[in-house]
Each structure stands twice: as C-alpha cells, then as structure tokens.
Nanobody
Framework: QLQLVESGGGLVQPGGSLRLPCAAS????????IGWFRQAPGKEREAVSC????????NYADSIKGRFTISRDNAKKTVYLQMNSLKPEDTATYYC????????????????WGQGTQVTVSS
C-alpha cells in the first residue's frame, strides 16, 4: 500500500518558481511510478509529468515542457516537481499519484492519490 502527501503549493508571481514534494509512505518508493496531475477550476484533470521506478521523468503537457522537471529521491521516499517560469495558466490544484512500476498518461491507472496542493500564479 502507498500513501502520498503533496505540499509546497502557494501563491507565486508570474516568472517565479515552486518545488512540490510528494512524500510517500507504506512501501518502498522504488516500486512505484509517480505521476503529477493538475486540475484548474472549470477544466479537466490533465497529466503533467511522471517518473517511473527507474526514471527519468516524462512530461506530458506541452505547456510545461522546458519549465517543469520531475525527479525522485528514493532514499527520502519523495518525488519532486520543480516548476520554473510559472505562468497564470499554471494555476491549479496539483496532485501526485502512484501505481506499480510504470508511468501512465491516464489518471484512472493510478490507485493511490495525495490530497492535492493549490498553486496560484498571480501578480
């Protein structure tokens, strides 16, 4: 079983940066692929990025390529989403999610979810 907790969200100005940690407990993090999803008000949940048990990560959303980086520290049982050059369109609730070994574009493939952390990008 895997339990996930996201944190690190908050209010940031356009062009700023945030790092979101996803802390895992229950089982060894190395067995799991961890994905990041986001959902803005009035929008569908979209896949942002994912990192498999072996890495490296994959970015799914065209809008974040070149700005976001996913990484993992299995010793600390934590996956990070580094977000740079933030834009107002990045405003959303960000969720991390886990499944065994392999990344997926589809939220339905992930069985474990964090509670979400709010990111607001505004001047």
């Amino acid at each position: 079983q895997l339990q996930l907790v996201e944190s690190g969200g908050g209010l940031v100005q356009p062009g700023g940066s945030l790092r979101l940690p996803c802390a895992a407990s229950g089982l060894t993090l190395g067995y799991y692929a961890i994905g990041w999803f986001r959902q803005a008000p009035g929008k569908e949940r979209e896949a942002v990025s994912c990192i498999s048990f072996s890495g490296p990560g994959t970015n799914y959303a065209d809008s974040i390529k070149g700005r976001f980086t996913i990484s993992r520290d299995n010793a600390k049982k934590t996956v990070y989403l580094q977000m740079n050059s933030l834009k107002p369109e990045d405003t959303a609730t960000y969720y991390c999610a886990g499944q065994n070994y392999h990344c997926s574009y589809y939220a339905a493939d992930f069985g474990s979810w964090g509670q979400g952390t709010q990111v607001t990008v505004s001047s």
